[in-house]
């Protein structure tokens, strides 16, 4: 969600005469760092986050809105030949373990994906044989600048994590069986001492133009 919503913010500023101060991480290091008595003005995390913070009290009832829905995809580098197969999970699973090296979020980060993704292979048999080869990173940009630079060959993780980086190609997105579709939530936090701004803001993001932003 970091790109589009700095998209959105800027515009946003320039109509609103608000500012900014974007703090990007993985959704388990927001709630940490929210539970460690960080304030904010406004959260985004995935909806079950959203629904974990909602039960701790740290949003303000009813002020939750979906943005997006993520997927998650595979990358490679925008000039490299490898074939990844991503048409069924036998040939997903064939093509993690072709590549020579695999980037995706730590777990140990809070990752969604990589979380996920983790779990996925172990499913899969295949946990081993990834494990060796893993390129582990904290933030999905990382993943996609793992790949962009070649330090991994294949890079796995939200594909709106990836598309901004020049330096890749998004092959493709999960088959459907072993897809992980992940909504991403604005709400406004309940130690905000500008929540009228921060309501203001988060209806400016599912505007046409905020919208085609997050796409």
Known sequence: MTPPLRAVAATYAKTSGDTFDIVSDTTGSLQKRLRAGEKADIIVVTSTAIDAM??????????????????????????????????????????????????????????????????????????????????????????????????????????????????????GVLPAAIQLPTIYVAAVSSTSANAKAAEAFIRAMRTADGSKRSE
Not at 81 to 86: P, R, S, T, V, W
């Open 54 to 171: 909602q039960k701790e009290k740290f949003i303000v009832e009813g002020s939750r809105i979906d943005l997006s829905r993520a997927l998650i995809g595979v990358a490679i580098k925008s000039d490299s030949k490898f074939q990844a197969d991503l048409s069924s999970p036998d040939a997903f699973k064939a093509t993690v373990l072709k590549a020579r090296s695999v980037a995706y979020v730590n777990p140990a980060a809070g990752g969604t994906s990589g979380t996920y993704f983790e779990g996925l292979v172990q499913k899969m048999g295949i946990a081993d044989q990834v494990k060796a080869k893993t390129v582990y990173r904290t933030q999905g940009s990382e993943v996609a600048d793992s790949v962009a630079k070649g330090d991994a060959e294949i890079g796995i993780t939200f594909t709106g994590e990836m598309l901004p980086n020049k330096g890749v190609k998004v092959v």
